[in-house]
């Protein structure tokens, strides 16, 4: 110290000043001299640097963490891990992890060695405050909902409550927001167009907010992200509203829409910080059948031409020979938009000038009669306008509900070969070895659809004499069933059994196999070639052929999946170099699911301008 003193102080200093430069000097030149690992030895062998010197320091850089952007990221990123977590559970977790309890049974701070702080979680107070501050656009109330009548009583009119965003402005966000992310990592494909050509994909369905919690949400996606397409996470809410699909609201704010799709298509734009033009296309609307019969005009799913995408009848869908396609030879062809206006245009002065006076239920039977004898299903123009013409068939409904057939056809069989007599109740009165009991230990314990077992079980106890068994596949089952469908067939034949008694069986497991192969490839965005492509027509026939000959009844699905398939998929990957997947609502019906998760702890007056919110 003396020597430091000589070489650093001054005569003219306070002896305090004198001791400050010493010691300062001295710390340089062991800091300057020494390597890190040397300083790291050092300061682990001083007690005063360990217990002192370091929490301090440490614990002051916590504080600022604590205020910190950063630290508002890892809050929000707590609060929406998993669905939106409510309050008492986020405080909850805030409290879990900073807190414990101390010897005399008190709260104190979480603490690592020597008394460095963990750094705390945003109060929720401050992280709602933040949320709120967010900027997510303006929210416009649903289009003159309140104008609406009830149908059921005139006197009555519907209170539709929700709102939605400006659709050019939407997309304008979300096309900078990749653009951005691409500058990083390139995620985008622009499909042999010029790059900032973004395809749009919207629709809409149902959202599950409860069952007697009616709810729709419509949604919009860019098909350059290729299988990304599938996330939940890159499908966005433009609309929501409590009120059903169908409902005059939701057809009010389809004819809306039309005219801003064709004002944004006609128009190009430049991003500040981008230097390329943006150009927005509509190519697809991924949607189920029935949400696509409303929104086309047409009549429903049940009407003699039943396919919203061919002219085939519905007595004519057994029909192995048939083939889809433009070409005059095709036994079914698209409806093309033209078709669909001329035809409306006829239903419309049809309407006015032929029934006009007849009674509302003969007035009904009168218009689907001269629809189907106009060859047709069309009874308005499409809502959406021409944009109908780029609807294609949607993989995962189509692959749900052919498994749901197909097990049907296989619990049918089941049930035939076991002797569930008036006296059985419960299917645990049945034998352990019959039929119907090796059937449901298969859906238990290979398909592991436990699911689906509970629903068969109730059946058979309560509903099993007055309607046959009914349960909607989910991706879930699909998923399922295609890995273990063979188990199911296996569990139903008997050693006992003629070649004769398992023919349809045997059937079941071909079509099975093919259905398998037809979901594998039908739900592919990026990863399938032109051959894939063929395999996929080959395995929809097979399936199509197989089913028609031994089901006990051909669905639209079935058919569906047998042509329009491998149509529409030639179509898309001739268009795009994609598969069918590209049109798949699975990152749509899992949105759903998060939307339901942000609107559970929220009034329903209030719910979408909350859903909202969380969901940018």
């Known amino acids: 110290m003396d020597s430091a003193s000589k070489i650093h102080g001054n ?93 005399d049974s008190k709260k104190e701070r979480c603490k690592l060695a020597n008394g460095v702080l963990l750094p705390k979680l945003l109060p929720y107070k401050d992280l709602m405050k933040f949320i709120k501050s967010i900027d997510i656009g303006v929210l ?38 990749y653009l951005s992310m691409h500058k990083i990592t390139p995620i985008l494909s622009w499909f042999g167009k010029a790059p900032g050509t973004f395809l749009v994909a919207i629709g809409a369905d149902g959202a599950p907010f409860g069952k007697d919690n009616e709810a729709t949400a419509w949604l919009v996606s860019f098909l350059n992200l290729g299988n990304r397409i599938s996330s939940c996470d890159d499908n966005f809410l433009i609309l929501g509203a409590n009120c059903k699909e169908d409902h005059p609201a939701m057809i009010k704010y389809a004819t809306q829409i039309r005219g801003e799709i064709a004002l944004i298509e006609s128009k190009q734009y430049q991003i500040q910080g981008h230097d390329i033009a943006i150009k927005f296309k509509f190519e697809l609307i991924p949607s189920d059948m029935k949400w696509l019969a409303t929104f086309s005009g047409e009549l429903s799913n049940s009407a003699t031409y039943p396919s919203s995408f061919a002219n085939v009848k519905q007595d004519d869908l057994k029909n192995v020979k048939g083939t889809l396609g433009e070409e005059s030879t095709c036994t079914w062809k698209p409806w093309s938009y033209d078709q669909r206006v001329k035809v409306a245009k006829l239903v419309d002065n049809y309407k ?21 004898g106009k060859h047709s299903r069309q009874e308005f123009e499409p809502l959406l306008g021409p944009v109908v013409d780029k609807a294609k068939c949607e993989p995962l409904h189509l692959g749900n509900n052919c498994w749901q057939q197909w097990n049907k056809e296989v619990m049918n069989i089941a049930l035939i070969r076991t002797n569930s007599g008036a006296s059985i109740v419960t299917v645990y009165q049945l034998p352990f070895d019959c039929c119907f009991r090796k059937y449901l230990r298969a859906v238990r314990n290979k398909v592991k659809s436990h699911k689906l077992y509970k629903k068969i079980v109730k059946w058979f106890r309560e509903k099993r004499k007055e309607k046959p068994f009914e349960c909607r596949f989910t991706g879930e089952e699909t998923r399922k069933f295609c890995s273990n469908f063979m188990d199911v067939v296996e569990s139903v034949i008997s050693p006992n059994d003629t070649e004769a008694q398992n023919v349809k069986l045997y059937a079941l497991a071909f079509s099975g196999l093919k259905l398998r192969n037809a979901c594998s490839l039908m739900n592919r965005v990026t990863d399938i070639d032109q051959k894939g492509i063929d395999y996929l027509e080959k395995s929809c026939q097979e399936y199509f052929l197989s089913s028609s000959l031994f089901s006990t009844n051909v669905t639209l699905s079935m058919w569906t999946v047998g042509f329009c398939v491998p149509y529409h998929s030639r179509f898309l990957f001739s268009a795009f170099g994609s598969g069918l997947g590209i049109n798949t609502m699975q990152g749509r019906e899992a949105k759903h699911q998060k939307l339901a998760h942000y609107a559970e702890f929220s009034l329903p007056n209030e719910r979408w301008e909350k859903v909202f919110l969380h969901e940018h």
């Open 11 to 103: 005569s003219s200093l306070s002896p305090s000043k004198k001791r400050k430069v010493s010691l300062t000097g001295l710390f340089n030149t062991v800091v300057n001299n020494a390597n890190i690992k040397e300083l790291t030895e050092m300061s682990k062998g001083s007690k005063k640097i360990c217990e002192n010197v370091v929490p301090s320091l440490a614990n002051v850089v916590v504080k600022e963490f604590e205020k910190s952007h950063d630290n508002i990221s890892r809050s929000v990123m707590i609060l929406y891990r998993g669905g939106l977590m409510s309050k008492a559970k986020y405080n909850s977790i805030l409290s879990s992890l900073m807190y414990k309890t101390g010897v």
């Open 352 to 372: 006015q000038t032929t029934v006009v006076n007849r009674p509302l239920k003969q007035q009904r039977n009168l218009v689907t009669k001269f629809i189907a």
């Open 140 to 177: 416009k109330p649903i289009p003159q909902a309140e104008q609406i009548v009830n149908q059921d009583d005139p006197n009555v009119t519907d209170q539709v409550s929700g709102c939605f965003l400006d659709l050019e402005a939407r997309l304008l966000q979300l096309a900078e927001l």
